[in-house]
């Protein structure tokens, strides 16, 4: 069975989301998606405010659409992004890109290393990380604009993960 999922959305959990939870399904059901895989920033997250968030994507969820909810960590510079999904108790803001990876993993989430070209991230990309991901945004709707990133098509072939297409959404125009 084929689902349309939609990857790296933010919502008005988001310091810079403006759309809510319930708002963004039923817009995404109307665009014909199944899948919804939601990324708050982590600025200004605990781990109380991530349960909260989890328990209103399971709100916004219907047989129509699955909230699937994520954070997008930035490392201490803001240059390294990634997306985590899974029950990953919050590992805090600003963290170290390797350490954020051992805990995804220890926490059997799954990371996604976001926007290789913003910041010009890929460049600081480490090898060891390969083991942690699952996959790099080969496109992102907003940093990359109509066509997938130039960057991140070599290092999705130098370390064999999964190329990933996220919307980077925070507003109607990155629809």
């Not at 991530?50 to 399971?58: G, T």
């Not at 659409?65 to 510079?77: F, K, N, Q, R, T």
């Not at 992102?140 to 960057?151: E, M």
Request: glycine share 6%.
């Amino acid at each position: 069975m084929r689902a349309a999922a939609a990857c790296h959305i933010h919502s008005n959990w988001s310091y810079d989301g403006i759309w809510s939870l319930a708002d963004l399904a039923a817009e995404f059901i109307r665009r014909g998606y199944r899948i919804m895989m939601v990324t708050e920033h982590d600025r200004g997250f605990t781990e109380s405010h991530r349960l909260r968030h989890r328990e209103e994507c399971a709100r916004a969820s219907s047989a129509q659409i699955l909230v699937l909810p994520g954070i997008e960590y930035s490392d201490a510079s803001n240059t390294v992004h990634v997306l985590v999904w899974g029950d990953v108790p919050f590992i805090g803001e600003a963290q170290p890109t390797t350490r954020l990876l051992q805990a995804v993993r220890a926490a059997k989430g799954v990371a996604v290393l976001a926007h290789p070209t913003r910041r010009k991230a890929w460049q600081a990309f480490d090898p060891a990380w390969t083991e942690d991901l699952v996959g790099i945004e080969t496109w992102n709707r907003k940093t990359d604009g109509w066509s997938p990133s130039r960057t991140a098509i070599p290092l999705l072939k130098r370390t064999g993960l999964q190329p990933f297409a996220g919307l980077d959404f925070h507003d109607r125009e990155h629809f």
